[in-house]
């Protein structure tokens, strides 16, 4: 009875000190609806009359997407990467928290325990700076975003959010960077490279280094067997493909670099430099077969 009591003393005094805590921070934490009115940036797109590409401009290369367009293999290679509990937490897992933690106190690596609403969080609205403050605004953050957003609504900020490098913003504009293609096409091992970049995007990419990508890709394709999100089959086939270093522009089928350009001083003369940024697409008269 003694240490049942002593056990609910410790307990009472442990929620004491989170509230008292959470007390402290929570005055100074951005409100959780400024995450949603942040506008990413989208590069200006110009068409063809039948929606061939024929220039892209931006500072960012990114394309927005819906959550409910990202392809599976996609969705489960970012979730077995970044946090394979993502559907089941309430926006921080305590147990990586501990783990983390211990490795800091020990001096040993052993991950910053942030989970993928936690980096929502991080990559809008507060700093990269390596503070116990920083990590604690990021965990209560997260729980109000989880009771702000419904989870698909947050993985798809994450997605079209990520750096992923080359001035490759959120998986679809760096899917068409590194492989060429359209992200709906994301194999399960190109959907495991891609998730791969994410911890060092800078240094770990195919353009910059394709064995390290390749190890990268192996381990999360080791995480989605765990997972089932794969099967055997799968995991083998997927570990043969190879890895070059080879990069795409934009999907720029046609040559009217001349219209183009003229579209682009145009626009930025109208609109200025949110040109850039807003997403903004021009289609113009121009036959891409006579061109």
Do not use: C
């Not at 942030?114 to 920083?134: A, K």
């Not at 001035?167 to 293609?181: D, L, M, T, V």
């Not at 490279?193 to 064995?211: D, K, M």
């Amino acid at each position: 009875m003694t240490i049942l009591r002593l056990f609910l003393l410790l307990l009472q005094a442990a929620f004491l000190f989170i509230g008292i805590i959470y007390l402290i921070f929570s005055r100074d934490l951005p409100k959780i609806e400024t995450i949603t009115e942040i506008k990413l940036t989208n590069p200006m797109r110009i068409y063809a009359s039948d929606g061939e590409l024929l220039g892209l401009f931006g500072t960012e290369k990114r394309k927005i997407v819906k959550f409910n367009e990202i392809p599976d293999n996609l969705k489960n290679a970012i979730i077995a990467a970044e946090d394979g509990d993502f559907f089941e937490h309430s926006g921080v897992e305590i147990t990586s928290l501990i783990r983390a933690l211990y490795g800091e106190i020990s001096g040993r690596s052993l991950g910053g325990g942030g989970t993928i609403t936690m980096q929502v969080v991080r990559n809008y609205v507060l700093s990269f700076e390596r503070t116990y403050e920083r990590k604690l605004k990021e965990i209560f953050l997260a729980w109000r975003l989880e009771d702000y957003l419904d989870k698909e609504q947050i993985f798809e900020l994450y997605f079209n959010k990520a750096f992923l490098g080359n001035r490759n913003y959120g998986f679809a504009a760096a899917y068409q960077y590194y492989f060429g293609k359209d992200f709906n096409e994301a194999t399960v091992s190109e959907s495991a490279l891609l998730a791969g970049i994410l911890q060092r995007p800078s240094r770990v990419n195919p353009v910059r280094s394709p064995t390290a990508s390749k190890s990268r890709r192996d381990l999360i394709l080791g995480r989605m067997l765990s997972r089932n999100f794969i099967d055997e089959n799968q995991y083998e086939e997927a570990k043969k493909e190879i890895v070059t270093g080879e990069s795409f522009g934009p999907e720029i089928n046609v040559e009217a670099e001349y219209i183009a350009e003229r579209i682009r001083a145009e626009m930025i003369n109208k609109f200025g430099p949110r040109a850039y940024e807003d997403g903004i697409s021009v289609y113009t008269t121009l036959d891409s077969d006579m061109q």
